[in-house]
């Protein structure tokens, strides 16, 4: 988990008192998570490539 993403969780944690929202934030976060997981390798492919260029 990068520290940006820690820090808005904790932000919109700080900010959100409302638990059904913050749940909502929560789910939120966890999707990008995964979907940045996903993204990585893809990324890690195109920065393969530029180096080569």
């Known amino acids: ?18 638990e059904t929202v913050a749940h909502a934030y929560a789910r939120r976060y966890r999707l990008y998570g995964e979907i940045n997981q996903a993204m ?10 530029q180096a080569r260029t």
């Open 1 to 18: 988990y990068s520290a940006g993403a820690t820090a808005m969780t904790a932000a919109a944690r700080h900010f959100v008192p409302n």
């Open 40 to 49: 990585t390798p893809m990324w890690e492919r195109i920065a393969g490539q």
